[in-house]
């Protein structure tokens, strides 16, 4: 499996996107100025996805990363996230960041096993950014936990 960078002539993968965001209005807020990179089974479908997004000089964010769901718990989000921080740093970025919400326990957990750790929350940002409220597991998504990684 290789992961690459899909060019403008390739078609957005909306539907692993949506794994990792609710709506495609918000998922076009910030596709079209950052690279999108995919992973591919043996077959040539795409089975991943991550969103890499210039914050400023010194930082990128992992605007989305998502795994098709019969494909998680395989490690390939973990080689998503290390491809990521590999060309952030080899970008000459020294920083790393990604937003999960604050209800995403599972999230959390795989971004700080793999060295982020939490500087910020963007209060209410569920609430303020979505025309409908979100929930996961029955509970309202409310705020963005922000978490960051020095590379």
Known sequence: MRIEKISDKDSIPYHL????????DAIDKYIHDSGIYTIKANGGESIGV????????DTAEI???A???????????????????????EAGYRE?????????TRQLRFYEKNGFEVFDIKKDFFISNYP??????????????????QI
């Open 17 to 24: 996107l949506l794994l990792a965001d609710e709506t495609t």
């Open 50 to 57: 991550y969103v890499l997004r210039q914050v400023n000089k």
């Open 63 to 65: 605007k989305n990363i």
């Open 67 to 89: 795994v098709a769901e019969a494909f998680q718990n395989r490690g390939i989000g973990r080689l998503l996230i290390d491809d990521a921080i590999a060309r952030a740093r």
């Open 96 to 104: 790393i960041i990604v937003g999960t919400a604050d209800t995403g």
């Open 132 to 149: 409908q409220p979100i929930y996961e597991h029955g509970i309202q998504l409310k705020d963005m936990i922000m978490l960051r990684k």
